[in-house]
């Protein structure tokens, strides 16, 4: 059924997650030759909040659609499940359970759906498991090294976020010796940092400020406690329950220690998923440690003797089964499929410009971006962008459709929304569209008489 779902997800034609239409617009002006990093006072402009080697490798294989993008990802997550299995055959791990660990990556809610999507995470993700593969397995020193640095950039250079791979090469090089693992760190932070000077020069500095400044969001303990507690532990219960009886005797056996580095390691990514703004992609790092752990408790249970671990293992993995037919896998289904044609019919008949909040749509209907949903409203909450010139237009009514989601009052500031609702009228609306974020209502809106 993941197969299944990844391949729907791959092949349907929209916009599945607010925030793809963002990366294609950037892999389509990487393609015509644009900068995708703008100062972010202009009162219409494109902020990119994430490094370009995704959206440039997307430019070059096909911008035209989601397809390459999505294809990009699809073979990131399962290239992440083939480093789970490669680590656990290594750690001793016999092949039927390395292949379970290996499942538990692609089958977790919080991955299957991703694995579809034209988001930069599952390519960082892998990128990070290329890194920690190549450190723990190839024999010569040089080729480790640089093989292990290259792909640990490479993340950098992907999102700015993603350290979970290096640091887990610093924490296994730390049981080694660890002059070896502050010389992977130094080399690993130059690397960046030539790559984000090299970037920082040829944008004029406007890299740094979009990337590190302007997408920059204010922690919220509360969305801590909700993405944490309420989405990625109910979610992953007999898997953390697993990882945790297989985290004592990971620690103590060497070649298995890698997993329970790599959880650590996951952790700086879940402490950043404290805004309104996260979702499951925060957890990929944390997660593919636990699936290793959670595979190596299972085998361990499964091994012993005695009545009781055996029968823990067997309720454990039953639980396992269980989760994945409570949270069953999404895909856009046909009705769907036909209400989000409507809406792209809509937009394309519709007197341009048209403006939408899922970004893709516009573009398809020939209307290129004018503001970046809920990145603006972030910056003029802090006073670094001013909605008045938008809100002119909406007033004046130059837009010939606006395509807006029942989750609108998050990614636009009030005086937008008041704006629209005072010269637009929505005269067509469609609900439970699909996105991976869940099933919001879309509004086609036009110019009231």
Known sequence: MTLYGIAKLVSYPYEANFGEGGVLYDAIRLARGEAIYQPAGLAERWLSPYPPLYQWIVSVI????????????????????????????????????????????????????????????????ALESLAIVCLVMIRPTGLRWAMALGFAVLAMLTKQ??????????????????????????????????????????????????????????????????????????????????????????????RKRVFVVATVAGLPSVLLSA?????????FDILWGTCGLATVGLEKLASRRELVPRAAAIALSAGIIASSWLIPMRWPDTRQLNQAQEVQEL???????????????????????????YLDKKLEERGKWRSSSLVERIRRKEFGAIQLTSQAGNRWSPTILQTLEENYRVSAHFPAMFAAEGEPTFFVLTPAP
Request: net charge positive; proline share 3%.
């Open 62 to 125: 096909g911008a035209g659609s989601f397809v390459a993008a999505r294809y990009i990802s699809a073979v990131a997550a399962f290239t992440s499940a083939a480093c789970l299995f490669i680590l656990l055959r290594y750690a001793g791990v016999g092949w039927g359970y390395a292949g379970v660990g290996a499942a538990l990556w692609l089958v977790s809610p919080f991955v299957n759906v991703w694995a579809g999507l034209a988001r930069v995470d599952m390519f960082g993700r």
């Open 161 to 254: 976020s993603l350290i979970a791979g290096a640091l887990t090469c610093f924490g296994l090089l730390w049981f080694v010796d660890y002059r070896k693992a502050w010389g992977f760190a130094g080399l690993w932070s130059f690397g960046t940092l030539i790559c984000y000077g090299a970037l920082a020069l040829a944008t004029n500095g406007q890299f740094l400020r979009n990337v590190f400044l302007d997408a920059g969001r204010s922690l919220e303990l509360r969305a801590l406690f909700e993405w944490l507690i309420l989405g990625f532990a109910l979610s992953h219960v007999p898997q953390l329950i697993s990882a945790a009886c297989g985290t004592i005797a990971a620690w103590r056996e060497a």
């Open 347 to 373: 937009l394309k008949q519709a007197p341009k410009p048209v403006l939408t909040e899922f970004v893709a749509f516009g573009l398809a209907a020939g209307s290129e971006p004018v503001c970046v949903p």
């Open 275 to 283: 805004h309104d703004g996260a979702d499951v992609n925060y957890y």
